[in-house]
């Protein structure tokens, strides 16, 4: 169960309103990377979490983090929309600085959501819940949070580029802070799972069902041979089960399929003249 | 440029057909993290990759890999789809087996693809390129790609549970090494990148101009203390920055947000009477 | 059956052209709440209904007159699009009405639809048929019906704002006018409904098999008493069973949760070890 | 700011697995008007709010209660799916009851969601934010409240039907207890702002820019006269402005539409022989 | 401007209920080449028609038609749900009849849609709108109407196949023969625009600013020369321009790629240590 | 299995970066009738193909070839997107050229796609399967491949007309030329199809069983008779069956549809009073 309180957990307010930052703001709110994704797979994972008592808490604690995240951004977005005109397009024409606001703007943001945040991308696509996964295996889960951490972080901070308003920065460093932290904590918990169960999850299917030499081979499929200068493809492999092999030339070792005859009930090409199949039940 | 050649890079070839079972398999073929997925986005992060050429070499060469896996999957499925029966219900009322596989299959793989693999999960839900990624950071894109190969191989084992066929256990243990060995790889490639730039992602955002305290303190959100017990809220942070921080009774640093009035020409609530703000341009 | 007539339902025609206005006018075509959602909902609604004569005919009466909404805005869309430049960058620079034009167009109207309508909302998102509902609970669906006419209404208005063209001005008039009838008419029919039924979707659930309590208590689950001001914390229950109570301080009314272990077969963490669960169908 | 208490707000607990069931209660936690719907569209319509403080409040009071319906529902799934057979085939065949559960569980339970609730409807589809509506306009966003409410009760309540465990009658009980709570309590939202605003979302327009008699005439579309026996056809319009008129043989108000002939830069049909329009900027 | 009766154009009534047939026939009124999308890709293209009248006309008729033939497929659907149970699976345990309706039926048609049609396919996937194509070049549009047509025709017949009811088949029948119509009539447009503009559309592409070669040049990229025997790869070009060649080694013509650095304030691989590009707008 | 060469398969180079561009060239690689939509159709053909070998190998040729495209265009894409800057709305009121930058870009190639291509349209769309079909009917397959063909080679020359960059116009015109082939290609395979099969796909539909009016007749659903002036409306079948008929005023052949009273448990307009049908399973 939740609760809510009033107060923000950190600032969220803009120097000045700009509909067009609104509009790119809106990538890392309702984005394939931003926070209600992040919001909903930790909130998800710590509902379904069938492990011991502190991983369920830990994902619980951050997801409702990542709920109030999702408050800020919509203030902010909120704010950063005041003043945007109900303009058309003849007054562009005396001026570029409307020009671009017109041009740059998501006219939902005028149309639909009342000048208020939306539960979109920057290029108004909706938010969806395939962007998040909660598999019940944690070093898996771990490392998509840690995915999930790293590249909203990396669009965190090209959005600070791309705005000098004390306030939007402000917010944006507070975020940024945030990731940092979620990422250094996701490393963490992913090792505390390698330290017990090794670096492959799921860790429990057995090696002695695997074809051996596809657990160790780099296959270079392309012409040249610069892949080969990684650490991929030479070297101890990192569950430390042997060494990383270049294989330079590879060849396939299953032969070429050939596929049945088209079942006649499909009417599938090549057919062979008028017919039904199935005249009744006796033909099944 | 891309070449084909007609062997299959390994075998992919059930004992008997199995309707059900090629629906299931559609998951790991056309799904969130099915082969597909990675197919794509390495393919892409090779496309757009500016680093060094041995990583756009190293991409490529294992997402023209994936390109085959795509082709064993579809293979398979459209083998274990031999023999599915144009059936109808009444048949089913006297035949267990009948009803389960009535029950089980996917009705498009007998209307629409013609006995043939389709790009969907195994809910029939097509694939959608918001399942990949392809940032231009590599630590960000190489935690992507582990993550992909760590939910693909639990998702792959699960499947392997799920039947007995031999030939299908045949194809899959192969699947199962690959991302065994996929996983290795990322683990090394993400090393050798963080060896050089530390563990966040970006590498490049001045710590200055973060909130230094939010960059180390972990927020206890929920009631009881058991997040407090991970190595997430005490102990050296990944990054080496310092210490993480259990903050057990957090406190909002940001006041109650309180947003301006609606816009006139946006008629929101609450109005005051019948108006147009923008009679003509003079308004503006 | 359906027949079509040449003559539109009323005019649509633009004094002069505007591909940025006709980007907008997506919005109310086929965005979430646009001409194609009404014209499908009621349609749907009407073809299932099982309900006396009356609603059947008057769901698809106004339906039908839907169609004829899409007609109209179709037609207008394609004469915004009249003379839109296949330009290029350069020329902007020289000009700010081009540069807004540019900016400001959907670029799938120049090269995907041939400077006519597309089936997607303002930011290009395509229709879709989870807009819409028919429940077969007409109290249900005559509400999604007034709220449809609602939310259209509001963005139609703010279209009207966006505007001086008096060509398009005459046509959202009378777009205005509809909704203004057709939300009367929801609220007539709901009340008709309603009077037979009261005021609960579905009525036909017993009551006492609801928990009592739940069903007239207002949870105050944020700090601070403001939503116990209005008329839904006190004051008489709209269905006549009672009042409402404000309960300013809520507590949980079910234990803390506890999800049994991961089963063996699905190698979530926390795994044991090596094995498969399911070696052959003896152990099922 | 929110704070999450680890107790669930409602008992959640069935008497025993059932993961055909589990798959159905997907519907109100991840479809079109599930939990998560409501969730997200009171949170938005609360983070978004510029009206009075007490109807800010009070949306994110009730939308803080459904995160934690969204955990109720989540806990209920997991225990559902407990004990869910990696079955195959041929077991089926044996045993009618193991073919219903085969065929009517969703596979991604046992694939991708490690035996734990998906943010998914009952066919697997994604929930994604079209689904909700935050508009600014507080009477038309209501009735979208109440229409959600009405919608997901009338699912609950059949969802009710399709049980007879105790534990999830239950939980559904409390559940439709709240829905219940919540059309009142949306029902006199309504009546508060119609009160103040009058009946028509926005009530901003002014009446003099419509086209009257088009504000007021039910045109009936199909042959047959059934639809005028409504109160949709004639008696006094809900807004107060005048009376229903039952127009029986409606006939269109605009002309034949003609479209312009194609540009030639769209190279549409019909195309007079081969030219490029654009050379270089000469042609603009 | 459109009218309604009452009367369907084609008798649309099963001689018995059977919801599993109910979820696959979903496919031909709400997939991806059923009924919704042949009924929008008409209106639209004849909305949007800027060619000569008759073609408008033509589009929109049989446009018009496909509504009704929606309206058919809702009559039909919803009769096939006529005294689906609100079961559970104990039931199911005795009874294989049952089981595979519970495993086979779509649970939204119980739950969601009132046991009507829903505008989805049998898998529950929504209509969306990116299915249709209106391109404003007839030929084009013409080869997508043809396309739609086949595969929508493919599918029926695969449909009748699964179905005895002499009802059912009774209408499948008269939709068969209205598509082979379908299929006629486009061939016989296609042919009227071939006559008049060539076989390439569009036509109006200069052939001197081709790449002459790459226009008749068919490339072996696999190993084998099987494709080497089809019309395809020798004998004349339908638009007679002169002969395929077939090249069994094509090679490439363009070179390696090589990308520029990425931008520094992308924070992207291989970044050189801490910094801000934007520091405020000196830099730009 | 696939290989891959670091060579493009064409030179693809632009003379100078353009932003806007770029965002217009994602439609014809991520769009619904971009290169990815082909390259997916003919894999998933060719992976399905039951014909004989040769249709096979030519699928997955051009299947082939098409994933070289796709590299091409992201190439193209990456180049075009050098130099874009991480702008701010300020310096575009100097500046109208980039004012239009900054409205004409898409957002995310500067946020998510670290100046990459992205596997989107462009207005951000995602890429989905359900632009692509194989259904195992080759007849209707190459029909499907004819179309996207077409509407492909529309988009791209409309492209061309958007730009006069020599370098972009130079991979273009190679592109141009590709589709022109294709289009000759699947001309000349349909026409090898259709001489052996006949022209309706699917062939194999007894006549017999068909509404044989229906097969022929041409309905005039509007009014007015323009749609009877073309070779749909009279003149002989493509298929050599008969003539086209024209009916000038169509009418109804199925009578008017009833559909039963809602059953009881799906509480559904209208009720009856409260009451639960399945009390427990006796009900059943």
Request: charge should be negative.
């Amino acid at each position: 169960m939740f609760y809510h309180i009033k107060e923000l957990q950190y600032r969220a307010k803009p120097e000045r309103p700009d509909p067009v930052y609104a509009r790119k703001l809106q990538e890392v709110l309702g984005g394939q990377y931003g926070e209600m994704s992040v919001m909903m797979q930790y909130l998800f994972q710590g509902f379904n979490c069938r492990a011991e008592q502190k991983y369920r808490d830990m994902l619980l604690d951050i997801g409702t983090e990542e709920i109030g995240h999702v408050e800020m951004l919509c203030t902010m977005i909120a704010q950063l929309l005041d003043g945007a005109p109900a303009a058309e397009l003849d007054a562009a024409a005396q001026d570029p600085l409307l020009a671009a606001v017109l041009g740059g703007t998501n006219p939902q943001h005028l149309i639909v959501s009342g000048m208020g945040a939306a539960p979109t991308d920057s290029n108004g696509y909706p938010w969806n819940s395939k962007y998040i996964i909660s598999s019940g295996n944690l070093l898996a889960d771990f490392r998509a949070n840690l995915n999930a951490e790293s590249q909203g972080l990396v669009q965190v901070v090209r959005l600070y580029e791309q705005t000098t308003d004390p306030g939007i920065r402000d917010m944006l460093s507070f975020m940024i802070s945030r990731d940092i932290l979620h990422q250094n904590q996701w490393k963490a918990a992913i090792a505390e799972i390698e330290q017990m169960e090794g670096v492959i999850a799921p860790a429990s299917f057995p090696r002695e069902l695997t074809v051996e030499p596809a657990t160790r081979q780099f296959l270079n499929l392309s012409e040249g041979e610069e892949s080969s200068e990684g650490s991929w493809a030479s070297g101890p492999l990192p569950d430390g089960t042997g060494h990383f092999e270049y294989v330079s030339k590879p060849v396939p070792q299953g032969g070429a399929p050939t596929l049945a005859q088209p079942a006649d009930h499909q009417h599938s090409t090549l057919g062979s003249g008028p017919y039904i199949v199935n005249k009744g039940m006796e033909s099944l």
